[in-house]
């Protein structure tokens, strides 16, 4: 195998990728992560998105095995000339935080783009699309199968549900992987970090908040038990956060709670730092049980695994060298994306971007629109580079 700088290099030479570039129209890219963000895509419900993204994926002739399956997961394959290498995937996630009733609407000022799901992940779905696009205009011919996925389940309580159930259908046949967020550009995310999410019911007898005063609450019991929670001082390193997301519970405000829950978010770059503080949140959860005349159930609702190929990594120099190619240096990362199921597998994966964004699961999401003839051109690049060397990729 070439240096990854020689391969990039020759692949943006080659006539078919410069056809490619020249057929790259970066208002298409954005008119298409626009029409995506028009459709709602709540966690668990991204059926009405992916049945348009079936729609699409059944127009390209060369795309095999077109499905869907009962997770709204939306799969193509896009033969290779050499069908006995391991398979690239490549995948992109169609769900968002926000409920279906958000309103959509987008705004465009100077070279952003706001909308809420519009950078998270509708740019990335939409730079899936123009891979496809791309290569069937250009006549691409990668030497491995290329599986194209529009995957859901990725946010919040999804727990990677959608990605799970892909490595399900595909696993054996891959032997490496990139996944697209919309707001990633310039990061090369070879590493996922350990994630588990708590949700945390306390009950109480409950009663008058007049007659009963000074009997347990659930509420009461909760919110001590938070207050707690908030004091923890996790380690910088390995860095170890945590989040309360959703509070919830009480029935009036005129009465003692019979019940009120938590959900908690516990991350770490290091599993055993994780499991550490878990047993720490666990521990108050014992102790104010027995003070409080509350008790605890902890159910655990998310556990993301953590994994991680090396810097120096074929498929991470591959994804720097394309970078390079648009005149970025790159930025190395850990974070929890579809890549960590992926990586937890031992599977090389790489998660990057389309262009630059910020507020992220805001209603004020934005896009920049600028960089995203760059981004789909490393991207590209990187596709077919990942596709034409697959067999020396999967090394750890």
């Known amino acids: 195998m070439d240096s990854p700088s020689e391969i990039i290099r020759e692949l943006a030479q080659q006539p078919g990728l410069k056809t490619a570039r020249q057929q790259l129209d970066p208002q298409r890219v954005l008119d298409t992560a626009i029409e995506i963000q028009q459709i709602a895509a709540p966690t668990f419900a991204e059926r009405q998105r992916a049945e348009q993204l079936y729609e699409r994926f059944s127009r390209y002739a060369r795309l095999e095995n077109v499905a869907m399956d009962d997770l709204d997961n939306v799969y193509g394959c896009l033969p290779g000339t050499e069908p006995g290498r391991p ?13 279906a009733d958000t309103k959509l609407a987008v705004q465009r000022l100077g070279h952003r783009i706001y909308g809420p799901g519009l950078g998270d992940n509708s740019l990335g779905v939409a730079g899936l699309l123009t891979l496809l696009n791309l290569i069937h205009a250009a006549d691409l011919r990668p030497a491995a199968d290329i599986w194209f996925v529009a995957n859901s389940r990725e946010e919040g309580l999804g727990d ?4 799970r159930m892909v490595w399900q259908h595909l696993g054996p046949l ?4 990139v996944v697209i967020e919309g707001m990633a ?3 090369i995310y070879h590493a996922g970090i350990a994630v588990r999410r708590l949700h945390i019911t306390g009950h109480a007898p409950g009663g008058h908040s007049w007659q009963h005063f000074g009997q347990p609450s659930a509420i009461h019991g909760l919110v001590q038990l938070a207050s707690q929670v908030l004091s923890i001082q996790p380690p910088e390193h390995p860095r170890t956060t945590y989040n309360i997301g959703l509070i919830e519970g009480g029935h009036s405000v005129n009465s003692l709670a019979t019940s009120a829950g938590l959900y908690l978010d516990l991350r770490s770059e290091e599993p055993a730092a994780l499991a550490e503080l878990e047993q720490q949140v666990r521990r108050m959860c014992s102790q104010w049980e027995r003070s409080s005349g509350v008790s605890f159930k902890i159910d655990v609702v998310g556990d993301r695994p953590a994994g991680e190929i090396a810097v120096n990594h074929p498929l991470v120099a591959l994804a720097a060298a394309a970078l390079g190619e648009i005149g970025l240096p790159p930025i190395y990362e850990r974070g929890s994306t579809d890549a960590n199921l992926l990586l937890a597998h031992g599977l090389p994966t790489v998660t990057v971007g389309v262009s630059y964004g910020g507020h992220a699961h805001r209603l004020d999401e934005f896009i920049d629109a600028e960089p995203v003839a760059g981004g789909i051109w490393q991207l590209l690049l990187l596709v077919m580079a990942a596709a034409n060397h697959t067999a020396g990729l999967k090394t750890d």
Do not use: K, N, Y
């Open 87 to 99: 398979a690239l995937l490549v995948s992109a996630h169609t769900d968002t935080v926000f409920s």
């Open 160 to 163: 990677l549900g959608g990605i």
């Open 174 to 177: 891959l032997g490496a992987a």
């Open 185 to 187: 550009l310039g990061h």
